[in-house]
């Protein structure tokens, strides 16, 4: 299984409520980048910083779901752009936009560095990817 299709298989187990699947695949020391124009911007380290970064997402706008709207792998890279969307039950807080998410992985196969972007030719760039045609 390639990269790409392990990334889709785990946007939908995380569809699916399935986080376990996802952190299987991280790197127990991996680290995840917010993206850097995000007013709550952060960097979060190992699985139990994640999981605290997910959990306020959560209580913020309910389980987030991921729809793949492109996908591009390169050697030990894959960027995807997915639709983001939740709606928080207590809060009534929506969310509904479009992230770019970029996995690196180890050499055991492993994610070990997610940076996220609003801008898909900044994640372009962050991958070592060719900018997508204008």
Request: glycine share 12%; aromatic share 12%; with cysteine.
């Amino acid at each position: 299984m390639g990269y790409g299709n392990l990334i889709r298989t785990g946007y939908e187990a995380w569809n699916g409520g399935d986080r376990s699947f996802v952190l299987q695949h991280l790197s127990p020391d991996v680290v995840w980048v917010t993206p850097p124009d995000d007013p709550d911007q952060g960097v979060f380290r190992g699985h139990d910083a994640i999981k605290g970064f997910w959990d306020q997402w959560r209580a913020n706008v309910g389980q987030l779901r991921f729809e793949v709207e492109d996908m591009a792998e390169t050697g030990d890279r894959v960027l995807a752009v997915v639709k983001r969307s939740g709606v928080g039950r207590q809060s009534g807080l929506e969310v509904s936009d479009v992230v770019c998410q970029v996995f690196f992985f180890d050499e055991d196969g492993q994610c070990s560095l997610v940076r996220e972007f609003y801008d898909r030719k900044a994640a372009s760039a962050a991958a070592g990817m060719a900018p997508p045609p204008p």
